[in-house]
């Protein structure tokens, strides 16, 4: 099966980028999708194929994908940025999580 | 498009789970979206159960396709999980998703149900 690799946690002090990864065998060929989630609530796309910010998500949300690495970075990134964020890819007809990765804003 | 999940939240081990999901502010007709189910436990993450479209086609994971089974009736405006012979490990908080047709991505989240399995 396929397995996408992400850090257990990434820390940040408030104003600086965050950078977190997803890693995976040619995880440059498929989409990545990013997830954004806060303590008691939903997970909510904060990227979505690679790249694109849906409405509402605040413009220091980016994300690239290339090689075996997708990224989603927070430029900028704020107390409220504080949360667990996941990547996602579909392959092979299953929907597929990376473990996530737990984001402090210092 | 509002997603609201129901169902029991105690399961007694080797029956069945059984939640709905009733979608709201929109047609379960529609042809952008997929609905589907998604786990979460904090040892496993985030786990997809299964999808199905408003056709009645459905996908599975392969790690649970021999048990669930996901069906949509599209004059309740509703679509159901049932997962049979559960497990102390199928204790999870369960959410009803819609899933974009094209790239599987989840834009639409139910709040979420927690089940717990025990006797």
């Known amino acids: 099966s396929y397995d996408l690799t992400q850090p257990l946690s990434v820390s940040v002090a408030l104003g600086q980028t965050a950078r977190i990864t997803c890693g995976g065998d040619?995880?440059?060929?498929?989409?990545v999708h990013w997830y954004q989630q806060k303590p008691g609530q939903a997970p909510v796309v904060v990227i979505y194929?690679?790249?694109n910010r849906p409405s509402g998500i605040p413009e220091r949300f980016s994300g690239s994908n290339s090689g075996n690495t997708a990224t989603l970075t927070i430029s900028g990134a704020q107390d409220g940025d504080e949360a667990d964020y996941f990547c996602?890819?579909?392959?092979?007809?299953?929907?597929?999580f990376g473990g996530g990765t737990n984001l402090a804003v210092l | 498009l509002q997603l609201q999940e129901s169902g029991p939240g105690l399961v007694k081990p080797s029956e069945t789970l059984s939640l709905n999901c009733l979608v709201s502010?929109?047609?379960?007709?529609?042809?952008?979206?997929?609905w589907g189910w998604i786990r979460q436990t904090p040892r496993k993450g985030l786990e997809w159960i299964g999808s199905?479209?408003?056709?009645?086609?459905?996908h599975y994971n392969p790690s649970l396709q021999s048990r669930v089974s996901v069906s949509v009736d599209t004059s309740r405006s509703e679509f159901s999980l049932k997962m049979r012979s559960v497990t102390a490990a199928d204790t999870s908080l369960y959410f009803c998703?819609?899933?974009?047709?094209?790239?599987?991505?989840?834009?639409?989240w139910g709040q979420g149900v927690r089940v717990t399995v025990s006797s």
């Open positions: 998703v819609g899933l974009r047709t094209g790239s599987y991505v989840a834009d639409y």
């Open positions: 502010g929109g047609s379960i007709n529609n042809n952008d979206y997929y």
């Open positions: 199905v479209f408003h056709s009645g086609s459905s």
């Open positions: 040619n995880i440059g060929r498929k989409n």
């Open positions: 194929r690679n790249s």
């Open positions: 996602q890819v579909w392959d092979s007809s299953t929907m597929l």
